[in-house]
């Protein structure tokens, strides 16, 4: 037995070893995308606790650099994010016919977004965080050569997919051919543009399955009360209709409101209909009118992911169709799921007291906690 916690031990410490500075030998991954005969675009995938820690001086490790980040106070932070932002345009290369295209980087992590993955990550993904830049694209290039900032260490990058080679850290990458991809088909721009609609479609759906919990809440509370497929169908339109609106507003830039405002909102929107679930047990006139100004807030919410994925400059219609598209197939998901899981009691005399008030009860509380955490 002695034998068995020594090994146990020194296993653990083996293990401590090779990751005490995981972070650094983070791969980083870039795609490039041709999206039309005058623009590229590129995105690049970092780990953001060593950029910020480049950026911001720290000098703790592991652990104790994760959480000095998680309580950084937001003036520096901002600043740390402004001046990554900086480093990585000034320092990833993209070369037509080895001419330099200048590289705009439009998009980034934001406080907020770094405040949240800090206190949530995601999965294997770990500390990672996207940015996406624009360039002009040289037309009629035969070859294109990109160089990544050495925060990325070594590399991975996918151009017109599925073609993808390795970058070595701080290094240029061979020569890619702009006539075709490593299966030979012809660079198309308008197949590109189809593949960058399905990329958007597949975000829009992520955000709601798994990632959008909060509109998955919104979306039961709304389920609930609807004791007619018709009924919930309109509720469920009248919400489309105006996330849509409020989508489309915000990543044209005409209605910008601060995430620290429509967060704390959105969560307060999920207490109040789960808690009308509970006091009233047929759909009120009003409910549709309510549900339509909670729809507004929840496309406001919408932009602000859709426009840290970054968006061309020319590609605002497509990326806007794509993701909408994405979103109201993650919503039919969660309602046909749910649909599955209570069909066989729906009719029952008891669902409502068994069921929908209990679960409305939860839902709010999930909401309260949501919308307290958020003011702060």
């Not at 050569?145 to 290094?171: C, H, N, T, W, Y």
Request: glycine share 6%; hydrophobic share 50%; aromatic share 10%.
């Amino acid at each position: 037995m002695p034998n068995k916690t020594l090994a146990l031990f020194l296993l653990t410490q083996l293990l401590f070893v090779f990751n005490c500075d995981a972070h650094t030998d983070k791969k980083g991954q870039a795609r490039l995308d041709i999206l039309s005969a005058t623009e590229y675009r590129i995105s690049l995938t970092v780990d953001v606790v060593h950029l910020i820690k480049q950026q911001a001086e720290l000098t703790s490790e592991d652990e104790n650099l994760i959480d000095e980040i998680r309580y950084m106070p937001m003036l520096k932070l901002a600043k740390a994010l402004t001046s990554a932002k900086q480093l990585l345009q000034q320092n990833t290369r993209v070369e037509f016919d080895q001419l330099r295209s200048a590289v705009q980087l439009v998009e980034g992590p934001t406080v907020a977004d770094i405040r949240q993955l800090f206190n949530n990550p995601v999965g294997n993904a770990g500390y990672s965080v996207n940015y996406v830049g624009y360039g002009e694209f040289l037309e009629n290039a035969n070859e294109v050569r990109v160089k990544l900032p050495e925060i990325m260490a070594d590399s991975v990058l996918q151009f017109a997919k599925p073609e993808q080679i390795f970058i070595a850290k701080g290094q240029q990458s061979s020569s890619l051919s702009l006539k075709s991809t490593g299966a030979g088909t012809n660079v198309s721009p308008t197949l590109l543009k189809i593949s960058s609609f399905v990329d958007y479609v597949y975000q829009g759906i992520i955000h709601i399955i798994p990632q959008g919990l909060d509109h998955i809440l919104f979306i039961l509370a709304l389920f609930l009360l609807a004791t007619k497929l018709s009924v919930l169908l309109w509720q469920i339109s009248a919400f489309t209709l105006a996330h849509t609106i409020t989508l489309a507003l915000g990543i044209y830039g005409i209605v910008n409101i601060s995430s620290n405002i429509v967060e704390p909102l959105i969560a307060l929107s999920i207490v109040y209909v789960a808690i009308e679930n509970i006091y009233f047990d047929q759909l009120k006139r009003w409910r549709i009118v309510i549900i339509f100004l909670f729809g507004l807030l929840h496309g406001l919410g919408f932009a602000s992911v859709l426009l840290g994925l970054g968006l061309a400059p020319k590609q605002y219609v497509i990326s806007l169709i794509g993701f909408n598209v994405g979103v109201e197939l993650g919503q039919i998901t969660v309602i046909l799921i749910a649909l599955f899981a209570v069909f066989w009691c729906r009719k029952k005399s008891w669902f409502r007291q068994r069921v929908v008030k209990p679960a409305s009860l939860l839902i709010a509380a999930v909401g309260l906690f949501w919308f307290i955490e958020r003011l702060y």
